[in-house]
């Protein structure tokens, strides 16, 4: 079995089958081991993926490099695109990964007979080649790596929620430590009903939720 055939296989045991977007992410993965000259995937934290969507294309690019969210070795760039960008956190070379522009025309070369177009991408995504298949380009990262890694033993609590912020993500507002929710940049709104969060309202000073300018 070759290494692509077992990170496929890996791949397909997190949805109990296989699909293009899985065989996407892990041809880019191996893409990137090549490029930068790392062995993949890693044990390590050495390696660090943005991706740009969600799905299953996230889970072929984990299970070829060993960056996953929960280990803090990947991040989600929510920009719809099938494409990621991989940075040696050592050396500070970075590579952008995507499909190639022309790659569903090439598919037709490479899939005879298929069932339908989902099996032709499936087929056709293992045997393109990587010229093919991607368009690699080296890039510059425009936002801080030590921001987005910080320190694993930095955490605070917000002065007016209580909740205790990790990562050095908390918000200074004058003199007060906030957390992005209570400091206006929050993702959530809290319920008007008061029976629903009078457990929440007890631990905030005077019952009310502030805004503050970020």
Partial sequence: MTKLEELLELSASWHNHLCPRQVLGVRMGLC?????????????????????????????????TGCWAGRRTMRVMDFGKMAATFTDTVTGKTVRIAPHPNVRLAVKNHAQQPEDSWHAYLLAYQSMSVEELLVVQRVNLIVSMRSIISCESARVNCWHCGEEIFNEREVRFKEQILCKACAGQSYYGMLSDPENHRDVLTSVSEGVICKFPS
């Avoid at 000259?37 to 690019?61: A, H, N, S, W, Y």
Wanted: charge should be negative.
């Fill in 32 to 64: 990137a081991a090549n490029f930068l000259g790392l062995e993949l995937p890693q044990e390590d934290k050495r390696l660090f993926t943005f991706i740009e969507t969600d799905g299953c294309l996230m889970d072929g690019v984990s299970v070829s």
